[in-house]
């Protein structure tokens, strides 16, 4: 009866033991679900944190690239007004030029006038001494002295005419030295003007720098555009340009012959000239129009030094520019560098 109980007591146990390793199983099983499920939310988490550590690295990047930026940007707002203060200087310096030449030339030529008028006044009188001396030589005198003391008046008027013509001859002298001063100071002005132009003048004004004597690339790019591959015709039109350009400026290559036009004697294009011919004939006209430009433009403006010189242009009428139309196209760009920076200040 006991050993019934026994057995009947360790089924029991035997359930209850099943039961509860059958349970452990289970809770081990939502530990280890709930383990992957932390590992899981802790990589997502770490990837979040890397996530925002690389999106607060990224932001400090932009803010000193935004720093950066501030910063040229306000150098080159510094650096524009430093440059329309220079205009606005330049324009006022080219202005007082401009009326100290107009205001030398017009005491220039008033004084040359009264010069000419002056000599040819004196021209007069030196005709009318020498007929009155003439006349003198031939009418009889009652005695040798007052004949002496004629002459010796005569004498003495010739002498402060001729004075006076050669303080005129000084004065004339000097007006000269002044006029070539005068020049001497417009071609500094140009000169400081080529300098600046660069800086100061925007890309798309009609008075800017033009390269004289500089060969025009495209007609080169255009023939050899047609002449060899894509991946070659660039760097071939490149050769042909660079050199021409050598040929240009070597001063031992003269395609020039003198003529005989307009009264005196003129040099132009010897268009039989042996590489001139070449040219055209290997490369065609437009490209031998722009080596003959160039030739042109060196031998009117540098013939001496033979190389690429920048000179004041109107790109509008295709002429050299002068001062008057310098110093207008530089005050009407100030006038709107003023006028962008006051919009832009009412706009802030």
Not at 23 to 44: A, L
Not at 83 to 107: D, F, G, P, T, Y
Not at 284 to 313: K, T
Request: include cysteine; charged fraction near 35%.
């Amino acid at each position: 009866m006991e050993d019934g109980k026994i057995v009947s007591e360790l089924r029991k146990a035997r359930g209850l033991a099943v039961s509860l390793a059958r349970e452990v199983d289970v809770k081990n099983q939502r530990i280890w679900e709930m383990e992957r499920h932390n590992e899981h939310i802790s990589s997502r988490l770490n990837s979040m944190i890397a996530e925002k550590d690389r999106m607060n690295h990224a932001f400090s990047d932009e803010m000193r690239k935004m720093q950066v930026i501030g910063l040229q940007n306000a150098k080159l707002k510094t650096e524009l007004e430093c440059q329309i203060s220079n205009m606005h200087l330049l324009v006022q310096e080219s202005e007082k030029l401009k009326e100290e030449v107009a205001c030398q030339r017009k005491e220039l030529e008033q004084r040359a006038n009264e010069l000419q008028k002056r000599e040819s006044q004196l021209d007069n009188e030196r005709t009318s001494f020498y007929i009155e001396k003439e006349k003198i030589a031939q009418i009889p005198f009652d005695s040798d002295y007052s004949m002496s003391v004629h002459i010796n008046g005569l004498k003495d008027r010739l002498t402060e005419k001729e004075e006076e013509l050669h303080d005129m001859d000084n004065l004339n002298q000097t007006l000269i030295l002044r006029e070539h001063m005068s020049n001497n100071e417009l071609q500094a002005a140009r000169k400081e003007l080529i300098n600046v132009l660069p800086q100061v003048l925007d890309s798309n004004t009609i008075i800017s720098l033009k390269r004289m004597g500089e060969v025009a690339q495209k007609p080169f790019q255009d023939v050899c555009m047609q002449k060899f591959s894509v991946h070659d015709w660039e760097l071939r039109s490149v050769e042909l340009s660079s050199l021409w350009q050598d040929k240009v400026n070597n001063p031992n290559w003269h395609p020039f012959k003198q003529v005989f036009k307009d009264g005196k004697m003129q040099e132009i294009i010897d268009e039989d000239d042996d590489d001139l011919r070449e040219l055209k004939s290997q490369w065609g006209e437009e490209a031998c129009n722009a080596v003959v430009n160039a030739l042109l433009e060196l031998n009117e403006y540098n013939p001496s030094g033979r190389y690429v010189i920048s000179e004041l242009w109107n790109f509008k009428e295709g002429r050299k520019a002068n001062l008057k139309e310098v110093i207008e196209c530089l005050y009407q760009q100030l006038k709107g560098s003023r006028s962008r920076k006051r919009r832009r200040d009412g706009q802030r």
